[in-house]
């Protein structure tokens, strides 16, 4: 095998910057005017940024950036001023979805977040400490974090990035290089440099489907309350798993799936249809909306002592 005696001509740094430029700016030029200064009328007084993604008015933004108020004032990027009602909100993932009650005349295009990869590109825009539609850019630092939302519930597959994000941008759009949203900022590590978070794409077409099918994002409840707690290794030998913790129910509540499925307290719970649950937030994690109304499988070391499976039946958790 020969090979070839030449130099392969490379493009100048120039030709390099230009081309990031103007991948950036087609972005921007894009999604840009489909964000928004959302702002809380009634409550404590707040802002924050938000995106449109459909030409009837839904916008998404943050759960923090509308707190418990009903109603939001909308400032588009061309100046527009109108009102909005927040159609439902989510605590668990730091996601609201707003119908805004005039033109939103620009909206966005959610991606697929699975499709991101470390290194990608990553556009953020927003309107940080008053300075409104700012643009900063960076790149996709990591896949697969997880962060507590406000309410102390650890939202799943969150986005890392070193694009400067404020506060204020909180609830605009993280946006790949091809122009789709594959994120919605929503954290800064306050005292860090360059680390910030964004709820995936992915996460927030899921709650955004869930409000407007149920009002709400359905989960499974079963009513226990449990720490995590280290797992006996005989315990684990017993079980058959190679997780070093677990959950101990601390409470059950009375009339509950949980009691009407013989669960007590001190009982371990070790895994959920065979899913191993080494915390709290695997046993959160498994319990989700597909589970509701159908017979799920605990496996279960009770408090005498046995290694026992318990079928309970999850309800739609009270919201």
């Known amino acids: 095998m020969g090979y070839i005696d ?37 409550g404590r007084p707040g802002h924050g940024s938000g995106f449109a993604i459909s030409p009837d008015g839904l916008i998404i933004t943050n759960n923090h950036v509308v707190e418990d108020s009903k109603a939001v004032r909308i400032r588009t990027a061309n100046g527009s001023v109108g009102d909005g009602v927040v159609l439902g909100r989510d605590p668990d993932t730091d996601i609201a979805l707003i119908r805004a009650n005039m033109d939103v005349q620009a909206w966005a295009r959610l991606g697929d977040s699975k499709g991101l990869r470390r290194g990608h590109i990553a556009v953020a825009i927003g309107n940080p400490l008053g300075f409104d539609w700012s643009v900063t850019t960076g790149v996709v630092s990591a896949l697969g974090r997880s962060m507590r939302a406000s ?48 709820v995936a794409s ?63 307290e001190g009982d371990f719970v070790i895994a959920v249809d065979k899913l191993p649950v080494a915390g709290v937030d695997d046993l959160i994690r498994h319990l989700d909306a597909s589970r509701i109304g159908r017979m799920v499988a605990l496996t279960v070391y009770d408090v005498e002592g046995n290694l026992v499976t318990r079928y309970i039946e999850p309800v739609s958790r009270p919201a």
């Open 6 to 42: 030449k130099e392969i001509p490379r493009p100048s740094d120039a030709v390099l910057i230009d081309t990031y430029s103007q991948t950036i700016a087609d972005v921007v030029d894009l999604v840009g005017p489909s964000v928004s200064r959302i702002e809380r009328i009634d």
């Open 202 to 264: 992915n996460t927030a077409n899921f709650v955004v489907s869930e409000i407007l099918r149920f009002g709400q994002v359905r989960r499974a409840f079963i009513g226990i309350a449990g720490d995590t707690v280290a797992l006996p290794r005989r315990v684990a030998l017993l079980a058959g798993v190679v997780q070093s913790a677990t959950v101990r129910i601390r409470r059950v509540d009375p009339g509950s799936p949980a009691a009407n499925g013989g669960l007590k």
């Open 151 to 198: 309410n102390g519930r650890l939202i799943d597959d969150v986005i890392q990035t070193d694009a400067a994000l404020n506060p204020g941008n909180s609830g605009g759009p993280l946006v790949s290089s091809r122009g789709e949203v594959v994120g919605v900022n929503t954290a800064v590590i306050m005292g860090a440099q360059g680390i910030a978070f964004a």
